[in-house]
């Protein structure tokens, strides 16, 4: 029987275009905030590696509390739109105020700026804009087909926006003169971006009623109960699931992954002397890995579901990045460049249909406990995103501090140097292993389909 699809083209596209939003904030920051602390304002990178991850702390608490919140939320633009929408408006002024640290206040106070706006940003708007935009994966369709779709164009615009900051940005801040004032003049464009395709994205979907979403599934009687439980009952939802603590597990490893990748602005610096690298690496990871999202649909029909496609892409990705390793240490920008886009290739897949299996992962829930929790459960993409990239990011700044890096210095020490190679060849590559591992447990759709079914039918229908 063909699942009824609920979503034109033109809705998939506009809700895929939110992404340009979410990552004129997370690209700009994962890859230039720490250059820009240490290089432009004068700030000790180990120090700004201690204020991130206290800022982490706060993540964690507020992933789960916006994610209750969207699922307790009534509005007429339904439960996780308005979230999403006025969210954001947040975000853009944190991301400025990050750039604009005033020079004539004391380092202290520098501090203290950063960590209030850094912290602002990601544990309060981010959040909460975040969340709701993944969650609306599971409120404006129940097809599984529009679902994988909607996840392949929403990160394809994820990594074209990524590569095009990436690119850009280094030159743009040339442009606009170098130092602070430019700095401050990218981060207004962008947030001025990010507002726009924001809006864009919320408005071009609809959110299905409560009993359009209950269809075929439990009675409208049955279904008002479900909203009712509190935070800590949504948080014990959460950790009886396997499921999500591995999809959780998983995508904060893919994002510390992103973060030590991110950091290549000081390797390409100091290591292969040419900042405008950066930019060459970004097309070899997003041009591949946008390719890969085009077929990541038609690859989940082949394989009939993420759970092979994922681990086979990701043993694929975690050659692709030994690759990388040997070609650095033989010092082959080419050869660094192809096991670059193989490794991508391989790990498109899990980007592409990550947001359908945490639909799945929340069924999961809902067939064991009859309680639906979509926005909770979609807390994971945003703690993942914010405290992966937290993580990796404070860990570059205590490693750079660790070897002695000197900010703005011409040459760094030979120990400075051993440590970049550390941090931007062999870590990426253990953490993809990492993952790899992981997606070796992570059958969801197997447990699902049991629980549906029972275990024979189930093991039946995988046999064929």
């Known amino acids: 029987m063909q699942e009824k699809r609920y979503l034109k083209w033109y809705?998939?596209?506009?809700?895929?275009?939110?992404?340009?939003?979410?990552?004129?904030?997370?690209?700009?920051?994962?890859?230039?905030?720490?250059?820009?602390?240490?290089?432009?304002v004068g700030l000790n990178a180990g120090v700004v590696g201690t204020l991130i991850a206290v800022s982490k702390l706060f993540d964690g608490i507020s992933d789960i509390f916006f994610g209750s919140m969207i699922d307790r939320t009534h509005s007429r633009m339904g439960k996780?739109?308005?979230?999403?929408?006025?969210?954001?408006?947040?975000?853009?002024?944190?991301?400025?105020?990050?750039?604009?640290?005033?020079?004539?206040?004391?380092?202290?106070?520098?501090?203290?700026?950063?960590?209030?706006?850094?912290?602002?940003?990601?544990?309060?708007?981010?959040?909460?804009?975040?969340?709701?935009?993944?969650?609306?994966?599971?409120?404006?369709?129940?097809?599984?087909?529009?679902?994988?779709?909607?996840?392949?164009?929403?990160?394809?615009?994820?990594?074209?926006?990524?590569?095009?900051?990436?690119?850009?940005?280094?030159?743009?801040?040339?442009?606009?003169?170098?130092g602070a004032a430019a700095w401050r003049t990218v981060a207004i464009i962008y947030a001025v971006v990010g507002v726009i395709s924001n809006s864009i994205s919320v408005f071009s979907v609809k959110e299905l009623s409560l009993e359009e979403l209950a269809e075929n599934e439990i009675s409208q009687e049955e279904e008002a109960p479900e909203e009712k439980y509190s935070l800590i009952q949504a948080f014990k939802l959460l950790i009886?699931?396997?499921?999500?603590?591995?999809?959780?597990?998983?995508?904060?490893?893919?994002?510390?992954?992103?973060?030590?990748?991110?950091?290549?602005i000081y390797f390409m610096t100091y290591v292969l002397k040419n900042a405008n690298l950066l930019g060459v690496f970004s097309w070899a990871i997003n041009i591949p890995m946008i390719l890969g999202l085009l077929f990541t649909p038609a690859l989940v029909a082949r394989f009939r579901g993420m759970?092979?496609?994922?681990?086979?892409?990701?043993?694929?990705?975690?050659?692709?990045?030994?690759?990388?390793?040997?070609?650095?240490?033989?010092?082959?920008?080419?050869?660094?460049?192809?096991?670059?886009?193989?490794?991508?290739?391989?790990?498109?897949?899990?980007?592409?249909?990550?947001?359908?299996?945490?639909?799945?992962?929340?069924?999961?829930?809902?067939?064991?406990?009859?309680?639906?929790?979509?926005?909770?459960?979609?807390?994971?993409?945003?703690?993942?995103?914010?405290?992966?990239?937290?993580?990796?990011?404070?860990?570059?700044?205590?490693?750079?501090?660790?070897?002695?890096?000197?900010?703005?210095?011409?040459e760094q020490t030979a120990s400075c140097i051993n440590m970049l190679h550390i941090m931007y060849l062999w870590m990426p590559m253990i953490f993809n292993l990492l993952i790899t591992l992981i997606l070796f447990k992570l059958n969801v759709e197997k447990a699902n389909e049991e629980l549906h079914y029972g275990s024979g039918r189930s093991a039946q229908s995988l046999s064929q």
Request: net charge positive; aromatic share 16%; hydrophobic share 50%.
């Open 11 to 40: 809705n998939k596209v506009g809700y895929g275009s939110g992404d340009i939003a979410g990552n004129v904030v997370y690209a700009l920051l994962s890859a230039f905030v720490m250059i820009f602390l240490t290089d432009t």
């Open 80 to 178: 996780a739109r308005p979230w999403m929408f006025y969210g954001y408006f947040g975000c853009a002024l944190c991301l400025v105020a990050i750039f604009v640290i005033p020079a004539d206040i004391s380092a202290f106070a520098q501090y203290a700026w950063f960590f209030i706006a850094y912290t602002l940003l990601n544990a309060g708007f981010y959040t909460a804009n975040n969340i709701a935009y993944s969650a609306l994966t599971a409120l404006i369709t129940k097809n599984s087909h529009e679902r994988v779709q909607m996840g392949s164009i929403r990160f394809m615009f994820a990594f074209g926006t990524s590569m095009l900051i990436q690119t850009i940005t280094v030159g743009w801040v040339a442009f606009f003169g170098g």
């Open 240 to 264: 009886h699931n396997k499921y999500y603590l591995m999809i959780c597990a998983a995508y904060i490893l893919m994002q510390i992954y992103s973060a030590t990748l991110n950091m290549g």
């Open 307 to 410: 759970y092979k496609l994922n681990l086979y892409g990701y043993t694929i990705g975690t050659i692709g990045r030994l690759g990388v390793v040997v070609a650095g240490y033989i010092g082959s920008v080419p050869l660094m460049l192809a096991c670059t886009a193989i490794a991508a290739v391989g790990m498109s897949p899990l980007q592409g249909d990550m947001n359908a299996l945490i639909a799945a992962c929340s069924e999961y829930t809902y067939l064991k406990t009859g309680k639906r929790v979509d926005g909770t459960m979609y807390s994971c993409t945003s703690l993942g995103t914010k405290l992966g990239g937290g993580i990796g990011t404070a860990m570059a700044g205590w490693l750079l501090a660790f070897s002695g890096y000197v900010g703005g210095a011409a």
